[in-house]
């Protein structure tokens, strides 16, 4: 089994890929991970993580010049696709930074935060929301096969999903209302937290994912 770490030049991508390969090795998978910027080598793969890091205008801009965008398109259609932090907002038809057009795989909206937040005693929050949160399961799912409810994970961001269709929405996190932070149809799951950063949780779901064969049952 080949799993295909999209590189279009932006993103974590070597903490993504070394996450990865962590968990192929501790668990004996005969997964294969590496990172592409071939859209044949993304096409052949059986598999699909696809990462991103940074200003989504710089990461659409990036894709479309890298050639991969339609190689994206037809993975996100037809094989096990994990999308990860911007990586996980190009999924949605539009994003408020920099009103940027996104692949449109999922209808609805990537919104900011409207300052200013506080939390319910009155504390100021700072934007980008930076740090560990808990991630409430709002659906059952076979990637959150032994994860705990409310588990912790690394958020750094300013912008949100806001999905018009709210049954993709698998996970919610709260800044300081609740917002989704995992979304996900059919084949497709996508997180707004970085999983290569969220110590055993975010290992867990990575193992889930590579023994996922891309269905909700």
């Not at 993504?16 to 052949?44: C, G, I, R």
């Not at 995992?182 to 799951?189: R, S, T």
Request: include cysteine.
């Amino acid at each position: 089994m080949k799993i295909a770490i999209i590189d279009y030049g932006m993103g974590n991508l070597h903490s993504v890929l070394k996450s990865v390969l962590f968990v192929v090795q501790h668990t004996k998978s005969p997964a294969t991970a590496f990172l592409t910027h071939n859209p044949e080598e993304v096409l052949s793969a059986d598999k699909v993580i696809f990462p991103g890091q940074g200003a989504m205008p710089d990461c659409m801009k990036s894709l479309q010049q890298s050639g991969l965008g339609d190689a994206v398109a037809i993975s996100l259609k037809n094989k096990p696709f994990f999308g990860i932090c911007v990586g996980a907002q190009l999924l949605f038809e539009k994003s408020e930074e920099g009103n940027t057009q996104g692949l449109g795989h999922f209808s609805g909206s990537v919104k900011r935060f409207n300052q200013p937040l506080q939390d319910k005693n009155g504390n100021r929050l700072k934007v980008p929301h930076m740090g560990w949160n808990t991630v409430r399961q709002c659906q059952n799912h076979p990637l959150f096969k032994d994860l705990k409810d409310n588990a912790h994970f690394y958020f750094v961001h300013s912008y949100y999903f806001a999905p018009d269709d709210k049954n993709i929405i698998l996970g919610e996190s709260e800044y300081p209302t609740p917002f989704a932070c995992i979304v996900g149809k059919d084949n497709v799951f996508a997180t707004q937290f970085h999983t290569e950063k969220s110590g055993d949780n975010g290992l867990l779901l990575l193992k889930n994912f590579i023994e996922w064969n891309g269905c909700n049952e």
